[in-house]
């Protein structure tokens, strides 16, 4: 229950804080939200790339796998 309003209460901070001056007392962070999701976003993009990257290896790796295991079952049930 504390780590729900914890976070109602951080979530509430995150709007208040770029609500511009027109509100009371407002933060207007806005441009500086703005400036940092400019910064962040190639970043964000190149890290979830690569691991979608890697998630596509194991995944190659996985049929690769699995057709392996589907032959030698084939190759068990022709020496029944």
């Keep these: 229950m504390i780590a729900l309003i914890i976070g109602l209460l951080l ?3 995150g709007v208040w804080a770029v609500l511009p001056f027109d509100f009371p007392m407002g933060l207007n962070w806005s441009s500086q939200v703005i400036e940092f999701l400019k910064g962040g976003g190639p970043i964000l993009a190149g890290l979830i ?3 979608a990257f890697f998630i596509g290896i194991v995944d190659i790796k996985d049929k690769i796998e699995a057709k392996k ?3 030698a079952q084939a190759s068990e049930e022709e020496k029944k």
């Design 11 to 13: 979530m509430a901070f």
């Design 49 to 51: 790339g690569l691991i």
């Design 69 to 71: 295991e589907e032959k």
